[in-house]
């Protein structure tokens, strides 16, 4: 009897999860239906239309996109058939008269070349091919034709060669910002690569300097400590990959910590929790160390009044389910949250270094905005950031592990 | 059995995993000590982590019973669990790791750039570890009923509070440590006990022949029945009756019953001369983990047997709680070493059961009659040493037992309450993987208190043919075959998957009783698997315009060793 129930529960969880699905699917017409007169009922079908034609679009003209939005373009036009091109070829055709590709392609060599639209009448052999016509709307990004949207119908139409400008003009706007997107993210990686250009200046006398007073009293050690400093900058000025693992990242950091100690010596102690099923994470390269040496910097100057101070710093990765979690607290002087929620915002230039709103800005970039930097801090307080990092994330892949210790 | 050693053993393996995940990590370390704070997970250490998470309930208790009920045939279920690792070896391991992959679905969205088919695999995913999650608390439910008589729910109850409690805390900070220390814990449980057990089996004069039909009573014997059942018997049988035979009260008669089949009341005690025969309980589900099916796998043993071997080959591949755990390992080659030395930890492990399930059908063959053959690895001790010695023996067992359902209970829960968050529950966040651990395991607490007589091991089997239908050929096609599209993967997933899913159903609901339907769908991996196979082929070759871009790129980075890979890039 209670095998039958539970057999009767798993049988009924599916159904369930399938009139889900129907409800969903079958409740936005109705929805739409019960808005206003029929006018207004059309108009909000076609900006519909619109709006679910354009997600795909936005990741540029390629075969899968324009396929992925040729329909709902068609829905848009209603025409018998609709095709999307680029320079060279056709990416997509939905509807009827496929066999019209290539005579397309060769009719589109002068719009292509002009970027401006046209309709002609195509030659078929077919005797019941409903396609006689086609309008031509060049697709323009920053006056550059991209490609092309075609139009087939039976006859000529001055409506259809209207609409057909006016979608194509529309699907331009949504390649626009294709482009803009492109363009964005060449900005951030720009930046990285800059990033990576400039580990401070002062870091490099300071280690330099302090390697310099070892030489003679201890030699073994400024030997280990060269050895340091050339292991991080070797990190620092990696060429390949823009993604490194936790693994690696930490092993950076403690270079630097280790040439920031031999400097600093007793004045600062630094403490590491690692949970090390979250040491293969892949996270933005250089992401953790400038978190790092904001730390040292802060702690150590909300010390500098008294030389006897010492200053704690503690470094914990965390696993939490599919998320890495890395919390980096010092107890040094702190920050107006004002004045950080400007340095964030990009309002104000920071002092020196590209420290923080860089990494919450790439962190964004990478992870989406659920993923900022969060920062707890005041003046006096000490600060502690916190970075999320997803175990997957489409498209972030490390470049290489460490060669074997 | 003594329950004054057992509680409290019981609540030592809870309270030592409890402290080992909260505080196996507060140890501090300054960055002299870096290199071991950073050091990687080794293949070793991760393999004894993945195979504490492995080894459940099923593997702890249910093997020796079904070993003890239906004999040397059910040794294809410790064969199965294990030999699952090797086509994880060969297919899937490496690979895997290399894909970035977290979870079933990443892998799913990693391989072919596509929502729509993480959600479904997600589903799946919850779907398997729900089905998987129920025994586990049910064979909680049972230890605790055999040890101190608690009713049968609170058993479950216990590892659901526990589990919730420690994961959604966020205690588990340690858990690779938890789970490693687990596998160990249940390893001892095992070993321990039964080089004690041989040794009492070598003084008795090491009785043989464990297997050989009929069992017989090795001395004379009371048994108590609990629950009304049919007794069949092929030869007449002499008994002292003390309760209700066939409808007839009798205080303490010796009766004669003759061949056929007797009913015999509830609350009867029955006293077996020393060398009588076992007689053979006929009845339909019960709630032991082992006796279930058992008609259907006399009527066609060699389509069960091959049954139950494809899906547990094949669904291992497609555990949640196993696939997380390799992401732990720092790369492909290291995922590989991690699954070599699984296999010979767990081939170790699965030695043991064996043993018990023959010295039980030695010297406890009673369980057979009264269905709770999944209590004999907990009542063997006390049964062939006794004393203080065979308590302290048997206390051990019951926390290992006890580790076994919490291990895998923690791991499941952590894999489900993950995927619930990400791909269900509307925002990200640490109170909704709170709630996303609650609702994990509220789902199979419910359902486990709701549906108590259901027969465990087929869980266990029916979570392994869901998982090798739908998973097996996502993963295996995924990673070895360049064509597959995200329509034929969602087809293949939805009709393979779906089909076993749906068998799955029906055999629980009884709908079929007996039959050669009803071997099909009681062991549906031998048409499933190959139907999830098939329909994701075809479905991907027609569909050839589907085929996302840089598949070239991905499956280059599935299989290049790291070290060439980046130089590749370079």
Known sequence: ?405 | MNSSYAVPAVALVVVATVLVGAFGLRISRTTSDFYVASRTVGPRLNAAAISGEYLSAASFLGIAGLVLVQGPDMLWYPVGYTAGYLVLLLFVAAPLRRSGAYTLPDFAEARLASHGVRRLAGAFVVGVGWLYLLPQLQGAGLTLTVLTGAPDSLGGLIVAVVVVATVAAGGMRSITFVQAFQYWLKLTALLVPALFLILAWQSDGAPRHAFEEPAAFREQRVVRVDDTLDLKLDRPLTVTVNGTVDGRRHRAERLQLPTGTHHIGAGTRLTFAKGATVPVADRGTNGGMSTSLAASREERPLYATYGLILATFLGTMGLPHVVVRFYTSPHGVAARRTTVAVLGLIGAFYLLPPVYGALGRLYTPELTITGDADAAVLLLPDRMIGGVGGDLLGALVAGGAFAAFLSTASGLTMAVAGVLTQDVLPSRGVRHFRLGTVLAMVVPLVASVLVGGLPVADAVGLAFAVSASSFCPLLVLGIWWTRLTPPGAAAGMLVGGGSAFVAVAATMAGFPGTGPLHALLAWPALWSVPLGFLTMVLVSLATPGRVPTGTAAILARFHLPEELRAEVKA
């Open chain 1, 1 to 405: 009897m209670s095998g039958f129930l539970a057999g009767l529960c798993v049988a009924v969880l599916p159904l369930l999860a399938a009139g889900f699905w129907l409800g969903r699917r079958t409740a936005r017409p109705e929805s739409l239906g019960g808005l206003g007169t029929p006018v207004e009922h059309a108009t909000f079908q076609t900006l519909h239309t619109a709006s679910l034609a354009a997600p795909p679009l936005r990741a540029g003209l390629t075969g899968e996109t324009a396929r992925r939005s040729a329909r709902r373009l068609r829905t848009l036009l209603g025409t018998d058939a609709l095709c999307l091109t680029d320079q060279k070829q056709v990416l997509a055709w939905e509807g009827v008269g496929d066999h019209h590709r290539a005579e397309i392609m060769e009719r589109l060599a002068g719009p292509l070349e002009t970027g401006r639209g046209e309709a002609f009448r195509l030659k078929c052999d077919a005797p019941d091919c409903p396609l006689r016509w086609a309008v031509v709307a060049p697709l323009t990004v920053d006056d550059r034709v991209h490609g092309a949207l075609v139009a087939c119908a039976p006859r000529e139409s001055a409506v259809l060669v209207r609409a057909a400008g006016e979608v194509a003009r529309w699907v331009s706007v949504q390649l626009e910002l294709a482009d803009l997107d492109q363009s964005r993210t060449r900005l951030i990686e720009a930046e990285i690569k800059a990033l990576r250009a400039q580990i401070s200046p002062h870091f490099i006398f300071n280690s330099l300097a302090v390697i310099a007073s070892f030489v003679r009293t201890d030699p073994e050690r400024a030997r280990e400590l060269l050895l340091e400093f050339a292991d991080f900058t070797r990190y620092s000025f990696r060429r390949h990959g823009d993604f490194t693992t936790l693994a690696d990242e930490l092993h950076a950091i403690d270079h630097y910590l280790a040439l920031v100690r031999a400097r600093f010596g007793e004045r600062l102690s630094v403490t590491l929790q690692i949970a090390p099923e979250v040491l293969p994470v892949a996270l933005p390269f250089l992401c953790l160390q400038p978190l790092v040496e904001n730390a040292v910097k802060h702690g150590l100057e909300g010390k500098a009044v008294n030389a006897a101070g010492k200053s704690r710093i503690s470094i914990t990765a965390q696993d939490a389910g599919a998320e890495a979690l890395v919390v980096i607290e010092d107890d040094g002087a702190g920050m107006d949250p004002d004045l950080l929620r400007r340095i964030l915002a990009g309002e104000v230039s920071p002092s020196g270094g590209i420290g923080l709103s860089n990494v919450d800005d790439r962190l964004r970039q990478v992870y989406g905005d659920d993923y900022g930097l969060v920062i707890e801090t005041a003046v006096g307080a000490g600060m502690k950031i916190t970075a999320r990092l997803p175990k997957y994330q489409p498209g972030v892949h490390s470049a290489s592990r460490r060669s074997e210790q």
